[in-house]
């Protein structure tokens, strides 16, 4: 580099300046900032599992022993389990999780996912398909024809009920493109 006509030498500093100049460089600077919260969870987390190497080592020695026995002879809790089935499923289910992994990070990042309501709603949702679902396993039981809905409309849980999901298909009528 010149400097008032004299040659001098590069320093790291102006190497630094001349890579930060760089658009590149300082848009990949911009995202790592975007994401700080998210690296230093990354790296809290690398350190956790850094310091319990020792014990995840253990559990992984164990578990390659019971695997052992249960493809030897040796009586073992997985005796019945097919090994080579077990690690044909995990190295589809892997391949499929790492397809469905930009998915999940938009779910799990997803204000709505991490909103308690969601939760609430999801649970409510759950309990009443379980409900619904050993009830009509104990006594099926459907309205037979027109006059037979209109019955069931009488009872005050199937009109608040059918009303919820009126105003679901409303709302989902206004998100839909």
């Given at each position: 580099?010149?400097?008032?006509?004299?040659?001098?030498?590069?320093?790291?500093?102006?190497?630094?300046?001349?890579r930060?100049?760089?658009?590149?460089?300082?848009?990949?600077?911009?995202?790592?900032?975007?994401?700080?919260?998210?690296?230093?969870l990354?790296?809290?987390g690398?350190?956790?599992?850094?310091?319990?190497?020792?014990?995840?080592?253990?559990?992984?020695?164990?578990?390659?022993?019971?695997l052992?026995?249960?493809?030897g002879?040796?009586?073992?809790?997985?005796a019945?389990?097919?090994?080579?089935?077990l690690?044909s499923?995990?190295?589809?289910?892997?391949?499929?999780?790492?397809?469905?992994?930009?998915?999940?990070?938009?779910?799990?990042?997803?204000?709505?996912?991490t909103?308690?309501?969601?939760?609430t709603?999801?649970?409510l949702?759950?309990?009443?398909?379980?409900?619904?679902?050993?009830?009509?396993?104990?006594t099926?039981?459907a309205p037979?024809?027109?006059?037979?809905l209109?019955?069931?409309?009488?009872d005050?849980?199937v009109?608040?009920?059918?009303?919820?999901?009126?105003?679901?298909?409303?709302?989902?009528?206004?998100?839909?493109?």
């Amino acid at each position: 580099m010149a400097v008032n006509g004299q040659l001098v030498a590069r320093s790291p500093g102006s190497d630094l300046l001349e890579r930060l100049d760089d658009p590149g460089t300082a848009s990949a600077l911009g995202q790592l900032l975007d994401h700080a919260d998210l690296l230093a969870l990354l790296v809290s987390g690398l350190d956790g599992f850094l310091r319990r190497g020792d014990t995840i080592t253990e559990a992984v020695v164990d578990g390659v022993r019971d695997l052992r026995g249960a493809a030897g002879s040796t009586p073992s809790p997985l005796a019945g389990v097919d090994v080579k089935a077990l690690l044909s499923s995990l190295t589809s289910l892997s391949g499929s999780l790492a397809g469905a992994t930009p998915t999940l990070n938009s779910l799990l990042s997803s204000t709505l996912m991490t909103d308690p309501r969601t939760a609430t709603t999801l649970e409510l949702m759950g309990e009443a398909l379980v409900e619904a679902t050993e009830t009509d396993a104990r006594t099926p039981s459907a309205p037979a024809g027109v006059f037979g809905l209109l019955r069931a409309l009488k009872d005050p849980d199937v009109a608040r009920g059918l009303g919820l999901l009126i105003q679901i298909a409303k709302a989902l009528g206004r998100k839909l493109p």
